[in-house]
């Protein structure tokens, strides 16, 4: 995983008396920008029970909120009865400042957290959880996962034949191995709200900087790409607006339902 050292040492003077998992908490969220309360106890205070893990995770969140490390919005994921639990969480400026992050827009800037839209917090959310998913799955050893980078980390800036600067956007960039077999992912997390033309696009925008050649140079191989789609229609409507795409590319393209994401970062291309 990448481990931020930016500024480490100087803020752990100035943020006084932060543990190794306040910072590794700040650094997930530096990493994929929100996190659920849920997502927290997750990643960092899964041990002893139920009620143990909750009353710790409250607890933790609560304090570096008050340190003016979090940002805490005012939207519960699940209602009322997810509790503490469905809180949203993001870097507030002062720890993007401790781990030299942008905030959670991914903005040149760093700015205090706002009340975004839905589906700006939905998708966010929905990669976050796929990362917390992805940690989970190495904890019981299903493979090592050596990187996870969400946007805007992830993203490829590059140069067409025509001299164009040009941006390629994924969620995602995941490196996971088993055995001795090393895996890249760029991940695209779909939420049914895009048409077959906009697939399309995308898809074109992958094929173009796969044919291009900059990754390749960079990191040796081009990552397979994966839409992770809520169901088995969506799945079906995905792979027909990819299809439209070069038909040269179609090899770079995998669509799997979002519970079984897991399995594509350690299965080979068909």
Known sequence: MTVVR????????????????????????????LLTGRHVQRLHLHNGSPL?????????????????????????????NAGSSGHVYGLATKGQRLLDRRGPAGGVRRRQPWEASTPFFDHILAVSEFYVRSREAEHRAAF???????EPTCWRHWTDTSGSRLVLKPDAFVVAARKDLIYSTFIEVDLATESRTVIRRKGEAYVAYWQNGTEQVTRHVFPRVVWLVPDEHRRALVADGLSRADPEGWRLFQVAVFDHGLEQLVTEPP
């Open 6 to 33: 930016a500024g480490r040492s100087r803020g752990r003077e100035q943020a006084g008396g932060l543990s190794d998992r306040d910072w590794a908490i700040l650094a997930d969220l530096g990493r994929v920008r």
């Open 52 to 80: 143990t893990q909750a009353r710790r995770t409250r607890s933790t969140l609560q304090r570096l909120t008050n340190q003016g490390l979090l940002h805490r919005f005012g939207r519960n994921i699940g209602g009322v």
């Open 144 to 150: 090592d996962l050596l990187e996870f980078d969400a």
